[in-house]
């Protein structure tokens, strides 16, 4: 594979990441419209629980986005890194890539995992939602 080839296809991996972090975002505006419209109905314990529910998905699918997007980025600096290593020679940028992202042939593959401060984000969504859901308003006077 060509230097040209690695950039082509993780091109593509952020394209596709970006179209899935649109619909993460999406889901988490509907996710505050209707925890707002469950407070202002105050309806029962059974819709705040599939709330709940709804809520935890669009984390979970928010998390992936992040762990896929470090993956790319990680798979394009350890595919630059091999083709280094096979002794091809690589261009400046392909060399940044690799510092900047770090992950080399020695490593291995990259894990399927987010990076912390996506974990830090998605933990803050996560106790915003929980908050809304089932938390009291203090007392109005």
């Not at 596709?16 to 419209?37: D, G, H, P, Q």
């Not at 809520?55 to 979970?60: H, L, P, R, S, V």
């Not at 096979?86 to 399927?112: K, Q, W």
Request: hydrophobic share 50%.
């Amino acid at each position: 594979m060509k230097e040209f080839e690695i950039y082509h296809i993780a091109n593509l991996n952020f394209i596709n990441n970006a179209v899935y972090l649109l619909c993460v975002i999406v889901l988490t505006i509907l996710a505050f419209y209707l925890i707002r419209r469950t407070r202002e109905l105050n309806l029962p314990t059974y819709a705040k629980a599939v709330m709940t529910l709804f809520c935890t998905c669009i984390i979970f699918f928010g998390l992936q986005v992040s762990s896929y997007l470090i993956l790319a980025q990680k798979n394009m600096s350890y595919q630059l890194s091999e083709l280094k290593q096979s002794g091809v020679e690589i261009s400046s940028g392909a060399e940044d890539i690799i510092n900047r992202y770090g992950h080399t042939v020695d490593m291995g593959p990259a894990p399927l995992a987010p990076d912390i401060p996506s974990i830090i984000i998605w933990a803050c969504i996560a106790f915003m939602f929980l908050g809304g859901i089932w938390f009291k308003y203090p007392d109005q006077k």
